[in-house]
T-cell receptor, first 113, second 113 residues
Framework: SQKIEQNSEALNIQEGKTATLTCNYT??????LQWYRQDPGRGPVFLLL?????KEKRKERLKVTFDTTLKQSLFHITASQPADSATYLC????????????FGRGTQLTVWP | SAVISQKPSRDICQRGTSLTIQCQVD?????MFWYRQQPGQSLTLIAT?????????ESGFVIDKFPISRPNLTFSTLTVSNMSPEDSSIYLC??????????FGPGTRLTVL
C-alpha cells in the first residue's frame, strides 16, 4: 500500500534561516504532489503543487522540488518567520479522481525569534 | 476559491450512538470528500460524495458505518454510526475545483466516551 513519510515530526529553526522539509513516498508514482499548511484547530490550506514532470516550483518564499527517481519532495521556506510556525503536510494524488489524496503525517515547524 | 463550513465544530458522544456532521460550501462543486484525521495520524480519505449517486468509499470504510448524503451541489453530510472510542477523530470535508485548488473545512472534532 502507499506509504508517505515526512522526515521528522518536528523541526525547530531560527528566524531568517531556511527551513527544509522532506517528503518520501513508496509503492506509487503520483501524477502530482501537493504541500499544505495546517494550523491548530483548522483544516489544511493548500500551498503549492508540483507535477511529476516538473523539477522545481516556487511561490514567494516557498520552493518545492520533486525527484521521481528518489521518490522524494523537498519543501523549502526561505527567510523563515515566526508566522511560518505550523504543521506542513505533503499529499499525493490517488489517481483517477481529482481531490482524492494520500497525506503524510506532517512536520511541525517552529520558527523562533 | 471555496469557503467551507462544518457543523458541529466539536462534540462529545457516548459509545453506541451516531453523529451526523454537516458540510456546507459557498459555491457549487461536483465532488466533495470526507477525510478523517486521527490523533497523531495523517489525514485519511473516507469517501467521495457524489451528487445524484451513492458515495464512493475507500478501502477500510463502509457505508453502514459512515453513511453519506449529498442532496445538492453545495451540501453533504457524514454520519458516524454506532460509535466507539476508536472513532474519536477530526472529520474534515473537502472540495477540489482544480489540482491547484483544494479546500478543507475547519473540521469536526469528535470524542467518543
Amino acid at each position: 500500500s502507499q506509504k508517505i513519510e515526512q522526515n521528522s515530526e518536528a523541526l525547530n529553526i531560527q528566524e531568517g534561516k531556511t527551513a527544509t522539509l522532506t517528503c518520501n513516498y513508496t509503492n506509487y508514482s503520483p501524477a502530482y504532489l501537493q504541500w499544505y499548511r495546517q494550523d491548530p484547530g483548522r483544516g489544511p490550506v493548500f500551498l503549492l503543487l508540483i507535477r511529476e514532470n516538473e523539477k522545481e516550483k516556487r511561490k514567494e518564499r516557498l520552493k518545492v522540488t520533486f525527484d521521481t527517481t528518489l521518490k522524494q519532495s523537498l519543501f523549502h521556506i526561505t527567510a523563515s518567520q515566526p508566522a511560518d510556525s505550523a504543521t506542513y503536510l505533503c499529499a499525493l494524488d490517488r489517481g483517477s479522481t481529482l481531490g482524492r489524496l494520500y497525506f503524510g503525517r506532517g512536520t511541525q515547524l517552529t520558527v523562533w525569534p | 476559491s471555496a469557503v467551507i463550513s462544518q457543523k458541529p465544530s466539536r462534540d462529545i458522544c457516548q459509545r453506541g450512538t451516531s453523529l451526523t456532521i454537516q458540510c456546507q460550501v459557498d459555491s457549487q462543486v461536483t465532488m466533495m470528500f470526507w477525510y478523517r484525521q486521527q490523533p497523531g495520524q495523517s489525514l485519511t480519505l473516507i469517501a467521495t460524495a457524489n451528487q445524484g449517486s451513492e458515495a464512493t468509499y475507500e478501502s477500510g470504510f463502509v457505508i453502514d458505518k459512515f453513511p453519506i448524503s449529498r442532496p445538492n451541489l453545495t451540501f453533504s453530510t457524514l454520519t458516524v454510526s454506532n460509535m466507539s472510542p476508536e472513532d474519536s477523530s477530526i472529520y474534515l470535508c473537502s472540495v477540489a475545483t482544480s489540482i491547484n485548488e483544494q479546500f478543507f473545512g475547519p473540521g469536526t472534532r469528535l470524542t467518543v466516551l
